[in-house]
Each structure stands twice: as structure tokens, then as C-alpha cells.
């Protein structure tokens, strides 16, 4: 589905991704752990398009068609999308005035806002005053709607407490497999700084960036323990040694 191939993007004139190499295959689910500053919230934005983040050199291929140079509306059509760490509040527009810009069924709507605790939600200013917990269901909220072919997912588990974080969890697991029970038809790419998000997603493979580069993979879990068992940088001499 989604195929990066020596992929390097700077901001601001300075580089971050470097020649990075990754495949993402249909009804894949991969998580993404890494340091901070090591690049992975560039590679979501770049994926999406972000004109703040220049592209030097490699390219990015989404169900065979060349990406790269698409802007982020066309990207979102193909059937990307994506869900924000911090995403902006914007005062004088409702969320319900944005979902039905997405989707005009407002029983639908309505069903989905029930679902994720949002329903109270619907008619105050977009993300304003939202805590973080609130944030991370209104942008599921969105993505639910949506139904996009490949998801981005920010640390969908940070600032959120145990309650809601399998609320989100559930719904994402839903989601990914809602065609067929059991059987995933949808993509995704998550990152994560503690793992929670595990304990409620299933994902199939992990990566290990560090400095703008894919380090090494593997099983999610098995990558995680050795993370916080010997650091980044130990599981990855570890495991590129093995």
C-alpha cells in the first residue's frame, strides 16, 4: 500500500529524514518507536504532505501511484488521513459544522459521537478547551468518519488516562478491521513513546528510528521490551548484531 524509498526531508534548511526506507503493506498495522527529535512526526506530516517539510531527495508511492509531490488534499482523496499529536483549536467553528463537511449523515454522526463519548461535544468551538483525552476522541471521531485506506496516527496514547485510552484503542482496533470482522482491510502507521497503545492494538511490525533513519524492525511487543530494557540504541546494536 504505502512504499517510501530513500526518503530524505529537512525543515528549515536543516535535515531530518535521511534516506529513510519503508513499506507498509494492505491491512498492515506498523508502529513506529523512536527518541525524541529522531524524525518520526516529520515522516507522518511528510506522508501527508505538510509544505513546511521539503523533500530532498527519494519518493512516495500509495497503491502504485507516485505521491511525492501531491499536495495534502489530493492525498486525503486517495485515501489518506491522519490523526494529530497536538492538533489546533479553532475558535468560531463547531465541530459538528466539520463532521458534516465529511460526512452529511448526521444520525451517523450522532452514532459515532455517542460511541466515543463526544456527543456533548458536537456544537462547541472546534478542539477548544478539549483536554487531552477529549482531543484524541474527537480526531478519532473524524478518522471514523473518514474511513481513510491508510491511517496516521501521532501518539494517539500520550496525555490520556487509562480510561480513555481503551476507549481510543478500541475504537482504532474496530476501525482497521470494520469491513470483516477479524480480517483488517484498513492500513495503519502508529507512533508511540510508552507502548500503551499495544495493550489495545494489535500491531504486525515495529520500527526503530534514530536519526531520521529506520534502525531496525521487528515484532512490536519483543521490540518494546528491549527498548526498555537496554534503551534505543542498545536494542538496535542488539539486534543489527544478532
Known amino acids: 500500500m504505502l512504499k517510501i524509498e530513500n526518503l530524505s526531508v529537512s525543515v528549515a534548511e536543516a535535515p531530518i529524514l535521511k534516506n529513510l526506507n519503508l513499506e507498509i503493506g494492505d491491512g498492515e498495522v506498523c508502529i513506529l518507536l523512536g527518541p525524541n527529535g529522531s524524525g518520526k512526526s516529520t515522516l507522518l506530516q511528510t506522508i501527508m504532505g505538510s509544505g513546511k517539510y521539503r523533500i530532498d531527495g527519494g519518493g512516495i508511492t500509495f497503491d502504485g501511484r507516485d ?9 486525503v482523496g486517495l485515501g489518506i488521513s491522519m490523526s494529530f499529536q497536538q492538533p489546533p483549536s ?3 467553528v463547531r465541530l459538528i459544522d466539520l463532521l458534516k463537511r465529511i460526512d452529511k449523515d448526521e444520525k451517523k454522526i450522532a452514532s459515532l459521537a455517542d460511541e466515543l463519548n463526544m456527543a456533548n461535544f458536537l456544537h462547541r468551538d472546534l478542539n477548544l478547551g478539549f483536554s487531552g483525552g477529549e482531543l484524541k476522541r474527537c480526531e478519532m471521531l473524524q478518522l471514523l468518519l473518514l474511513k481513510p485506506k491508510l491511517t496516521l496516527l501521532d501518539e494517539p496514547d500520550s496525555g490520556v488516562d487509562v480510561e480513555n ?3 481510543i484503542g478500541k475504537e482504532i482496533e474496530t476501525f482497521l478491521k470494520e469491513e470483516k470482522p477479524r480480517v483488517r482491510e484498513r492500513s495503519g502507521l502508529i507512533i508511540t513513546h510508552m507502548g500503551s497503545i499495544l495493550d489495545h492494538v494489535r500491531g504486525d511490525r515495529a520500527f526503530v528510528m534514530l536519526e531520521g533513519k529506520i534502525a531496525c524492525s521487528g515484532n512490536p511487543q519483543e521490540l518494546l ?3 526498555k530494557e537496554n ?3 542498545g536494542c538496535v546494536k542488539c539486534r543489527t548484531q544478532c
Open 165 to 167: 485510552l481503551g476507549l
Open 231 to 233: 534503551g534505543y540504541e
Open 225 to 227: 521490551r528491549d527498548i
Open 90 to 92: 479553532i475558535m468560531g
Open 67 to 75: 505521491i511525492t509531490n501531491l499536495p495534502t488534499n489530493e492525498r
